[in-house]
């Protein structure tokens, strides 16, 4: 619309930033050499230097918007540690292990156990179904929200509510482009989320219009760049750059679009979120 940008906003929302503890780490082992989710394809060529880069990128963006970074020694032969969100959920000062699905994975979760231990986490114990951390979990408000279908096991669901002591949501991934719950719905703040319907059953997509009626719908465009892989501290929300109608919608409700580029790390199927672990509490 013609003047569109030129006219005040009659009421405009001014969101609020909460300073964030991530835990990161650096892709200098990455490799694609096995395919575990629809987006890999063994032996593709991958510039380590540039995905090294690319993960400067967004660790030195979290830190410049005030978060901060701590980083886990990368272990070689583990190709994607880099995915960091994979390796612990941690609530509350509380941190629940990883137990990956593939074992291809496996090795990662004491890398993270003897980090979360020492960092003063307690004992991290893995959990006794499979469970990838916050690839599939996250939280809002007082709620975990936990995808199942591909990884997670819903076994694992019940056993963090009891470890947590905090209502853990099920919901269920059906789609295997979007195989862990942080590559279709990440929480904008402690309200509401951005979703991709389409990932979820219907069950679950009805689930989440009753929890969050203003929860933001993304497109499937959007969802296939990984622009739900994105992470959100109330105000500013680090998004893959080629989410754009995502950005425009975010926009639009007043957040702070601060986009990143990480395409060569797409080449394993992960985005800004799953090289992001939240150390919450
Ligand atoms: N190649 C990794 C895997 O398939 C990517 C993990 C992405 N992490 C995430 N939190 N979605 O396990």
Known sequence: ?????????????????????????????FAVEYAINAWMTPG???DTALAVRQWEGLRDTYRALGHEVLELEPVPGLPDMVFAANGAFV?????????????ERAGEAPAHAAWLQAAG???????????????????????????????????????IQE???????????VDPRFYHLDTALFPLDDT????????????????????????????????????????SDGRHVVLPAAA?????????????VVPVEL??????????KCCTSELRG
């Open 1 to 29: 619309m013609p003047g569109e940008l030129l006219a005040p906003d009659p009421s405009p929302v001014e969101r609020v930033a909460v300073r964030r503890r991530f835990l990161m780490c650096s892709p200098v082992h």
């Open 44 to 46: 593709v060529a991958v």
């Open 91 to 103: 609530v509350d000062g509380h941190a629940v292990g990883a137990r990956f699905a593939h074992p």
């Open 121 to 159: 986490f307690g004992e991290v114990k893995p959990t006794a179904d499979v469970h990838e951390g916050e690839g599939d979990l996250t939280v809002v408000g007082d709620l975990v929200l936990a995808g199942t279908g591909f990884r997670t096991q819903r076994g694992a669901h019940a056993e």
């Open 163 to 173: 470890r947590t002591g905090r209502p853990v949501v099920s919901l269920d991934l």
């Open 192 to 231: 509401t989320v951005a979703w991709y319907p389409g990932a979820f059953s219907p069950g679950s997509q009805a689930v989440l219009r009753r929890l969050f009626p203003d929860g933001l719908e993304a497109t499937e465009a959007d969802a296939l760049v990984l622009g739900l892989n994105s992470v």
């Open 244 to 256: 754009t109608a995502l950005a425009a919608a975010l926009d639009q409700r007043g957040f702070v």
């Open 263 to 272: 395409g060569e790390l797409l080449k394993g199927g992960g985005g800004p």
